[in-house]
């Protein structure tokens, strides 16, 4: 898919000049930079998925299970 952005020109020039500097093209560092924050956001929905288990569940364990040590410790 193809898109178009704008931006000054001045700063299209610098951005080219990073991107030949590192052996790669514009349109790979703003893909990259996409990727990066789609990521990110991802993160951000797990990280808060994870907040609301940990307060619904507050750590505790169903009560008709009980832990018991030995399993952990005798375990070949």
């Known amino acids: 898919m193809n898109i ?4 000054n020109e001045n700063l299209i020039k610098k951005a080219r ?13 703003i893909r990259a930079h996409l990727e990066q924050l789609t990521n990110q956001m991802d993160r951000e929905s797990a990280a ?11 750590g505790e364990s169903p009560s ?10 005798n375990r070949e």
């Open 64 to 73: 008709e299970y009980r832990f018991d040590r030995t399993e952990v410790y």
């Open 48 to 58: 808060q998925e994870l907040e609301k288990l940990c307060i619904e569940y507050s």
């Open 4 to 7: 178009t952005l704008s931006a």
């Open 17 to 29: 000049e990073y991107a030949k500097r590192h052996n790669s093209s514009l349109n790979n560092l």
